[in-house]
């Protein structure tokens, strides 16, 4: 009797996990607008500081990404790429060898 007791606890629970990781694997990622109005997730960047006991924020230089852009006056090419542009139907791939015996001008800055 105690043993059929036990085989029968140990299913119940087999089957508890079982359906709990079956439900979890039906719910999907968990990103920000899955979760209640409190849950913030964030956009996976790294702190760039510490809070203070205060209330206060001390940020670290050396956490701090620093982005280095070219001078880009008097550049030729606009940043976007208009609608109106004709599509290249008959355009054929390159080979490798072709592209890389492609002669490309210096610029006049470097």
């Not at 999907?28 to 964030?42: A, D, E, P």
């Amino acid at each position: 009797v105690h043993t059929r007791e036990k085989l029968s606890c140990g299913l119940i629970m087999l089957q508890g996990i079982l359906t709990a990781v079956m439900r979890g694997a039906r719910r999907g990622v968990l990103s920000s607008k899955k979760g209640n109005k409190s849950y913030y997730k964030g956009k996976g960047s790294l702190a760039t500081g510490v809070h203070t006991r205060k209330g206060g924020y001390i940020i670290d230089p050396y956490k701090v990404i620093n982005v280095y852009a070219p001078d880009l006056t008097n550049f030729e090419l606009k940043p976007y790429v208009t609608f109106k542009t004709p599509n290249k139907v008959d355009a054929k791939p390159i080979t490798p060898e072709a592209f890389l015996s492609l002669k490309v001008p210096k610029s006049e800055s470097a």
